[in-house]
C-alpha cells in the first residue's frame, strides 16, 4: 500500500504527507506543499475525494479540521486484511485517480486567498476565547 500510495501521489503538489502501516494508511491533503498551509473547511476536498472515489467503486474515509481543528483534509485508506496484493493496487491507482481528478479541479491560489481570511477570523475567535475571564460553577472546587 506505502509504495503504491508514495508512487502515485508522493510528487503531487498537494498531497503534504502520507502515513501509515500495514493496511491503515493515509494522506494529508494541502493548498500548498512547501508550507503545508490547508485547503480551508469549506472547500471540503477530502469530501469531495470520497465522492469521487466512490464514483470509482472505492469506499475512503476522509477527514477533515486537521491542521487546526477546523481546516486540513486527510484522506484515509483501511482495506479489509483479506485483500490481495492485485487488489490493492487496483484500491490505490482509483483512489489515485479520484484525487488527481479533484485537485486538478481546485484553484490553488484562490484557496490560500479564501485560507488568508479565513484563518484571521479562526485566530481573532482563539484570541477572544483566551483572553475571556475562567468562570467555574457554583459549588466546584
Known sequence: MERGLRAEL???????????????????VV????????????KGIADQIKA?????GIMCYPSQGCADGINGDHVLIAPAYITTAVEIEEIVS???????????GVSVTANLA???????AAHA?????????????????
Open 10 to 28: 508522493g510528487d503531487h503538489d498537494n498531497i503534504g504527507d502520507i502515513r501509515g502501516r500495514g493496511l491503515f494508511w493515509s494522506y494529508e
Open 31 to 42: 493548498a500548498d506543499r512547501e508550507t503545508r498551509a490547508p485547503f480551508p473547511a469549506e
Open 52 to 56: 469521487a472515489a466512490m464514483e470509482d
Open 94 to 104: 482509483r483512489l489515485a485517480a479520484a484525487t488527481r481528478r479533484v485537485l486538478d
Open 114 to 120: 479564501s485560507r488568508s481570511h479565513h484563518s484571521s
Open 125 to 141: 475567535s482563539a484570541a477572544a476565547i483566551q483572553q475571556a475571564p475562567a468562570t467555574s460553577p457554583a459549588g466546584s472546587r
